[in-house]
C-alpha cells in the first residue's frame, strides 16, 4: 500500500533535508581529513573520521544516493585498516584517501544526475499489524435474533444484552425484513428451520444484500446436526453452527470471537542513531506502516525511553561516538527488565566476523545499511511480534486472556504514579466469583473455567477500552478504572454485579446462575498503591461477610 499524504510530504521533507546538507557532510570529512594529514597522528582522530565516512556509506543509499555507498564503504574500511593495525599515513595512502573524497565531491556535484532511486516511491507494503477497532471504540454492536420459538429467543436476547450487545429479536425472517428498516446488524443469530409458512433461515441469509461495506457475521442454530444441513449452512455463508439446546456458554464465545478483535497496539521502536537525518528516515518509513517511534541521538540517553516508552524493538546504530552499539547493549542486557528485549543492529559493517561479534554482546540481528525499506519493515515487524507473543506469555493469563497478577499490580503502580502526579482520582477493584468451590464441585473443574472465562468476557465488553483488567488468582478478577472516583466506580461495579448474577451457565443439562462480590479503593483516599490493594482487599472480605452478591468501598479505617 501507498504512504499516506502526511507520511509521503513528511519522507520528502527528509529526503529534501538530507539532499541539502549533503554537501556539508562532504566538507566535514574534508576538514578531518586534512586534520588527520597536517597534524601530529591520534587514534580518536581517526576513529571520528572512521565514524563520518561510516555513516555517510550507510545514510546515503537510504536517500537515494547508492553511487556513494560503495566508494564510502571503501574508504571505511581503509580507515579502519589504519587504525587497527597501526599503520603509518604515508604518501601513498593520503593520495588514496583524496581521491575517494574527491570522488564525493564529484558525485555531488552532479547531484540529481546521480540521485538514481526516487525513495520516496519504494514503498511499502503494509504488515497486516494495525491497531483493530474494538466495541468500545465503534458504534454500539447490533445483534438480530431470528427464531420462531418465543421462549428461546427472549431467553437469548436478555442474555446476549447482559453483555452489553444491543439486541433485537424477530419470530421469523419475514419479521425481520418488515421491522429492521433497512438497519444492517454486525450479526445475525437466525434458525434454520421455521414455520410451514415461512421461508428457511439458510434460504433467507443466502438472499441477503452481501453488496454493504459493512461485515455482517452469521450463527445458525438448529436442531440438524446433519453434515448435508451443515454444508449448505456454510454455502449460505455461516461463520458458525450451534445444535440446540444451545449452550449459552458456546454461544456467547462465538460471538465474542467473530466481533470482537482483539485490540493490538502498534509496535513500539526506539530507534538509536546519532545521525538525526537517518533516525527521522527509519522513523518515517516505520510509522507509515501504523508503528509508533521514539528517536534517541545521543546513545547515553537511551535508558529513559527504555522505561517511558517500553520499546517492543530497539533499531541501534553499531558505530557511535563516545558509546558504541555494542557497548550500550551490553549495557541494557545488564537490566533484568530489559534482558530479553530485541536489540537490531544497523551498520555499513560487512565483516562476518565482527557481525558476530557484535550478536554475541547483545544484538539479535545485523541489518547493513543501507537497508531496503521493505526489508527494515518486515525485519522488525517480526522480531517485534515475537517480542509481544513473548511478553503475552509472561504477562498474560492463559484461560481469560487477562493481565497476571504480577503485571495488574506493576500495572496499579504506574496507573497510581500518573493519578498522583496529575492529581486526577483511581479506583482499584478487587472482585471475586462467590461460591466458586461449590460451582467446581457440584459441576466440575470445566465448567467452572467457563464460568471464569464468562466473568472475563463481561469485564472487557462492559468497561471502558482504557480500563485495565486482570486475573488476580483463581476466581478472583482485579480492575484499574482511571479517572473515576469511588463513587462512581460503585456504580459501575453495581451494574457488573447485577449483569453477572443473571447470566445463565449451563453444566449439561442443568443451568445455574453465579453472583461475585466485589471491594474498592480509590486514590486520594489512599496515598500509596500497597494501601489501595490492601483495602480493596479488606472491602473484598466485607462484602463476603455482608452476604456477598454486594459491592462495598473502603473507607480510610481500612489502612
Known sequence: MKPDNNTQEKLNDIINGYAKQLPDKIKDIETICEQVF???????????????????????????????????RELSKLIKNIIENNIDLDEILKIQ???????????????????????????????????????????EKLIFIVEDDKYLRESLSIQIQNFGYKVYSFANPEDLQKNSKNIVPSLIIADIIFSENSISGIDFISKLDKTTNERTFVIFISTANDPDTRLRAVKAGGDAYITKPINFSNLIEKIESLLNTVEIDPYRILIVEDEPELSSYYSA????????????????????????????????????????????AKCIRQMDSFFS?????????????????????????????PIEPNYLISS???????????????????????????????????????????????????????????????????????????MSKLLQQRLRSTDIIGRYGGEEFAVILKDINSSCAKNILN???????????????????????????????????????DAADKALYKAKNFGKNQVVVAEKMFC
Do not use: W
Not at 504514579?417 to 471475586?432: C, W
Open 380 to 454: 522488525v515487524t517480526i522480531r517485534a511480534e515475537r517480542m509481544r507473543i513473548l511478553r503475552s506469555f509472561m504477562e498474560k493469563d492463559g484461560l481469560t486472556g487477562l493481565f497476571n497478577h504480577t503485571k495488574i499490580k506493576e500495572n496499579l503502580v504506574n496507573a497510581f504514579k500518573y493519578s498522583s502526579r496529575n492529581n486526577i482520582p483511581l479506583s482499584f477493584a478487587m472482585i471475586d466469583i462467590d461460591s466458586f468451590k461449590n460451582v467446581n464441585d457440584t459441576y466440575g473443574h470445566p465448567v467452572g473455567d467457563k464460568v471464569i472465562v464468562a
Open 97 to 139: 584517501i583524496k581521491k575517494y573524497i574527491g570522488y564525493f565531491n564529484e558525485l555531488i556535484n552532479t547531484n540529481d544526475k546521480f540521485k538514481n532511486q526516487d525513495v520516496t516511491k519504494v514503498f511499502i507494503k503494509t504488515p497486516n499489524h494495525e491497531a483493530s477497532i474494538t466495541q468500545k471504540e465503534q458504534k
Open 341 to 369: 528485549i530485541p536489540i537490531v543492529f544497523l551498520s555499513a559493517e560487512t565483516d562476518k566476523n565482527k557481525q558476530m561479534a557484535a550478536m554475541s554482546m547483545g544484538g539479535d540481528d545485523f541489518l547493513i545499511k
Open 38 to 72: 597536517s597534524l601530529p597522528r591520534d587514534d580518536d582522530r581517526l576513529k571520528k573520521f572512521h565514524r563520518i565516512v561510516h555513516t555517510l556509506a550507510g545514510s546515503s543509499g537510504f536517500f537515494g544516493y547508492k553511487i556513494l555507498v560503495e566508494p564510502a
Open 285 to 328: 518509513i516505520l510509522e507509515g506502516t501504523g508503528m509508533k517511534t521514539m528517536t534517541v541521538n545521543d546513545p547515553s540517553k537511551v535508558f529513559a525511553p527504555l522505561v517511558n516508552f517500553y520499546p517492543d524493538l530497539i533499531l541501534m546504530d553499531m558505530y557511535m561516538p563516545q558509546y558504541s552499539g555494542i557497548e550500550i
Open 495 to 533: 451494574d457488573l454485579c447485577v449483569n453477572f448474577s443473571k447470566i445463565k451457565h449451563q453444566a449439561g443439562d442443568k443451568e445455574f446462575f453465579v453472583t461475585f462480590s466485589a471491594g474498592i479503593a480509590s486514590f486520594p483516599n489512599f496515598n500509596d498503591p500497597v494501601d489501595l490493594c
